[in-house]
């Protein structure tokens, strides 16, 4: 894809951030199962079905300027997954693991949410309010699951990993 104008690093964007959706739809169900603390599982596993949503919004948004969403890779995402992938390989303690799962997904919320939020502020600028709309949603619900997993790691993994 020729990138010319902003919208079509709009869109370049926008087909990124699907890319990476979509390899965190089939990374969250493997954390979920790494994961021991039931919270931190539940946690994995709604954010999974945010997920699937946040995908389906962005493919919308790429259908509607006209370009389709796949034949795009984030090689961002795909290297995050991989360091989550290496830790889940690790001898740990289950606690420690858990905290481990912590900090790699929040590695992936804050990709995330730089993502979302450089892609709002293109809709802005190309006069899109309504995808604009549906990216900030999207930015607040990933800072929303950061601030969760903030929360659970300060509460109860690190001070259970702390204990080893």
């Not at 964007?13 to 493997?30: H, V």
Request: net charge negative; aromatic share 4%; glycine share 4%.
């Amino acid at each position: 894809m020729e990138l010319a104008t902003l919208k079509d690093l709009y869109i370049e964007q926008l087909r990124d951030l699907y890319s990476a959706e979509t390899q965190l739809c089939q990374a969250l169900p493997k954390m979920a199962a790494a994961a021991t603390n039931p919270e931190l599982k539940r946690s994995f596993e709604q954010h999974l079905e945010e997920t699937k949503q946040q995908r389906e919004d962005v493919a919308k948004l790429i259908r509607a300027a006209g370009e389709n969403p796949e034949g795009h890779e984030c090689k961002a995402m795909k290297g995050l997954i991989a360091e989550s992938s290496e830790l889940m390989k690790e001898d740990a303690d289950p606690d420690v693991m858990d905290a481990g799962l912590i900090a790699a997904s929040q590695r992936i919320e804050h990709y995330e949410i730089a993502g979302y939020g450089t892609v709002r502020t293109y809709a802005k600028q190309l006069g899109d309010a309504s995808a604009a709309f549906v990216l900030d949603r999207i930015a607040k619900e990933e800072g929303a699951t950061d601030h969760k997993l903030t929360a659970l790691a300060e509460r109860v993994i690190n001070p259970a990993a702390m204990q080893q």
